[in-house]
Each structure stands twice: as structure tokens, then as C-alpha cells.
């Protein structure tokens, strides 16, 4: 089906273990996002992609990385999972011009124990 | 830096009531302003995309206007119904600096009370 998927839809991970959230979108967006959400603080974009092997930091980068191999996919990676990283993490995308708009994924809520 | 102010946080209404959602930025030089809907627990649904050249947009009961000018914009609700309640949150599309990256608002909580 077309769209923006995210897996997995709920992980439960270790301290210091590394995992990954998956993110998989079916239109060819030029735009990729990664986002967290926490009480308190709203939406925060952690790493944002603007074509395939162009990534860029947004406000909360730190402890994580992203790759960008290919157009439809934006992998998020938590090197080494703290218990500050436990949240809501939404992948987005968006088109090539500035009038699109975006698109967000279901979310994946990550829990780090 | 773009700061994107939704007041207030939370909001309870009878149902069918109609509604203003206010939504104020500091920054006029934006290409677009979009309103989502977050369930609880769920991703967030674009309900409304403004283009910065355009006065509002209109989807069913809800229709969603926009001053550069003032920096405002107003999610209207009709015949509010308790299938409304969410948070919605308005961001906007900036033109200058990373103009890729949306500013989101943090939200209002809406409640419909039957």
C-alpha cells in the first residue's frame, strides 16, 4: 500500500544496546524526518534527510544516527540506548517543493529499561 | 528563530458548539501552514495545508484561514461533535534559513463533551 510506515510499532530495548526504527515510504519524497515526541516537549526533530546521502542535524541529534541509501527508506539508529531516548519517535516526509506538505507515520514508542 | 504558540493547551466544549483553534507565529515569511490531528496514541493526520498565498482552506466542518500580516491562523470546527476530541497542532513552512524544516506549535487538547 502507498505511504509512510514505520517499524516496529513498539520496541522495548535494554540501556547501551543499539536499535533501530525503520521508516518506509512508497511516493519518492524528495524530504525525510525523524521526530520525537515528549511531554513537555512537543515535537522535536532529532535528524531530517533532503535526497538520498544528504542528511543534516535538526535540534536533538545526539545519540543518533541515520543513513539514507536509498529514497524510500531513513533508518534511525540509537548507537547506545539511554533512558532519555525512551519515547515516541515519528518518521515524516515531504516533497521536493516548499508548498507540499507533510506526511507522518504511525510512530514507533521506544522504551529503554 | 520561527516560535509557533497554540493558546491554550487544553480546551473542553459542549457538543455541538462551534469552535476557534488559534494558532500564532512570529515570523510572517513562511510557504505554508499546516494544521494536524493527533489521537491518543496515535501519528499525526494533516487535516489542512494553507499555501502563504492563500486567505483559507476548507475541508467539511473545518475550515482554516491565514494572516501573514498578524502572524495568525484559526482552525474553525462546526457542529462540534465528541469524535473531535484531540490535540491539534498547527506548524509552519519557513521561507528563509532550512526552509524544509516545519516549527511545530505544541498543541491544543481538545475535549467534546456529549
Known amino acids: 500500500d502507498a505511504g509512510i510506515t514505520q517499524s516496529p510499532r513498539y520496541k522495548i530495548t535494554e540501556t547501551g544496546r543499539q536499535v533501530t526504527l525503520m521508516c518506509h515510504q512508497t511516493w519518492s519524497h524528495s524530504y525525510m524526518f525523524w521526530y520525537r515526541q515528549d511531554l513537555g516537549h512537543g515535537l522535536r526533530l532529532i535528524y531530517y534527510?533532503?535526497?538520498?546521502?544528504?542528511?543534516d542535524k535538526g535540534e536533538v541529534p545526539d545519540g543518533y544516527v541515520v543513513s539514507r541509501s536509498k529514497t524510500e527508506n531513513f533508518p534511525l539508529t540509537l548507537e547506545s540506548a539511554t533512558r532519555s531516548q525512551t519515547s515516541v519517535y515519528f518518521c515524516a516526509s515531504s516533497g521536493p517543493r516548499s508548498n507540499y506538505g507533510y506526511t507522518f507515520g504511525s510512530g514507533t514508542r521506544l522504551t529503554v529499561v | 528563530k520561527q516560535e509557533v504558540t497554540q493558546i491554550p493547551a487544553a480546551l473542553s466544549v459542549p457538543e455541538g458548539e462551534n469552535l476557534v483553534l488559534n494558532c500564532s507565529f512570529t515570523d510572517s515569511a513562511i510557504y505554508n501552514l499546516q494544521w494536524f490531528r493527533q489521537d491518543p496514541g496515535k501519528g499525526l493526520t494533516s487535516l489542512l495545508l494553507i499555501q502563504s498565498s492563500q486567505r483559507e482552506q476548507t475541508s467539511g466542518r473545518l475550515n482554516a484561514s491565514l494572516d501573514k500580516s498578524s502572524g495568525r491562523s484559526t482552525l474553525y470546527i462546526a457542529a462540534s461533535q465528541p469524535g473531535d476530541s484531540a490535540t491539534y497542532l498547527c506548524?509552519?513552512?519557513?521561507?528563509?534559513?532550512?526552509?524544509?524544516?516545519?516549527?511545530f506549535g505544541k498543541g491544543i487538547t481538545l475535549s467534546v463533551r456529549p
Open positions: 534527510s533532503a535526497a538520498a546521502d544528504i542528511t
Open positions: 506548524a509552519v513552512r519557513p521561507r528563509t534559513g532550512a526552509n524544509s524544516k516545519l516549527t
